[in-house]
């Protein structure tokens, strides 16, 4: 029976992998798409199948959880992206143990980050978080103060200044994207966008979205958040 059960659950996992990729491949764009699978509350089995699947990138938002998962998968090629609040106090595991770090709002977290990579791991990727609907709940910065921001950490030796990442209000998600589209345009040597979750990939990726984090519609509805 429980063996029925994880079957099941591996169909189901690998089934809803490649629905959104085709939903990806069905939007014409001119630049690469890179799925982050968002694996916050999933277990390391719901991990693996997705791996067994082809997946290569995920996204978590804890820290804390996150640790005994990247350490589980060592050595196999996971690509692990950093997408939650960060505390300055987590910044040096962080460093430690993701590749991308998409959700950087302030010039101190930035700083850390550089100071703790280790630079025999190459440079951390990191994204700027943008509060582009400038909602008080949400992390990230105005869209007036990114200039600023951009050119205090640009040239921090360990990490790698990518491009913007934004959490849309859902009601107002196509205008933001727009917006974001418009923002990125003004930094040619920055080419990251991550933005678009289960929702609303499609006009993310048409508003040059290619970095988009996906978890419901991958792993299922999660039972807390
Ligand atoms: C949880 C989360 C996602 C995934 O959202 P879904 O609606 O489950 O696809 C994407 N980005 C961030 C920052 C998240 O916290």
């Known amino acids: 029976m429980a063996q029925f059960l994880m079957r099941k659950q591996f169909l189901m996992i690998s089934d809803n992998l490649k629905q959104v ?7 014409q764009s001119n630049h ?16 693996q199948e997705a791996f067994d699947a082809g997946q290569m990138h995920f996204g978590e938002n804890y820290l804390q959880e996150s640790l005994d998962k ?17 505390q300055s106090n987590k910044t040096a595991s962080i460093a430690e143990n993701f590749d991308w770090v998409h ?25 700027i978080q943008v509060n582009v609907d400038k909602e008080e709940t949400k992390s990230g910065v105005f869209i007036e ?30 205008n933001s994207f727009s917006e974001m589209k418009n923002l990125i345009s003004k930094y040619p040597s920055l080419g ?3 933005m678009g979750m289960s929702s609303d990939l499609e006009v993310a990726i048409e ?17 807390y958040n």
């Open 145 to 174: 103060q990114v200039d600023e921001i951009v050119s205090e950490i640009i040239s921090l030796p360990h990490i790698c200044l990518r491009g913007f990442m934004c959490i849309p209000q859902a009601e107002n998600s196509t």
């Open 192 to 194: 990251s966008l991550s």
């Open 103 to 127: 959700s950087v709002d302030r010039v101190k977290i930035a700083k850390r980050l550089s100071d703790q990579r280790n630079p025999n791991l190459g440079k951390l990727n990191l994204l």
């Open 32 to 47: 690469d798409v890179q799925l982050i699978a968002v694996s916050k509350t999933r277990s390391v089995s719901e991990i």
């Open 207 to 223: 508003n040059g979205a290619n970095l988009v984090r996906v978890g419901t519609d991958i792993f299922g509805q999660r039972s």
């Open 70 to 86: 990247i350490s589980y998968f060592k050595g196999t090629g996971l690509v692990w992206h950093f997408i939650g609040p960060i």
């Open 21 to 27: 990729n085709s939903r990806i491949d069905s939007i």
